[in-house]
């Protein structure tokens, strides 16, 4: 996917899923993937292509 794509299709993964894993062939999607989750408070793992993406449980540090 190209950019904004992959950031807005996270985006929406996450309003009702705990973890994602996420590909996208644009280069600037691993930038745009970080300040979404730093932004939303979200952990994030890149993995070769792919990036996972995992939302903090409530009541955990």
């Known amino acids: 996917m ?7 299709r996270l985006a929406k993964a996450m309003r009702t899923a705990v973890r994602v894993r996420i590909a996208a062939d644009d280069p600037r999607a691993a930038a745009e993937f970080r300040a979404l989750c730093e932004e939303q408070g979200w952990s994030i793992v890149p993995e070769r292509k792919d990036f996972i993406v995992t939302r903090a449980m409530e009541g955990k540090p």
């Open 2 to 8: 190209r950019c904004p794509w992959p950031a807005l």
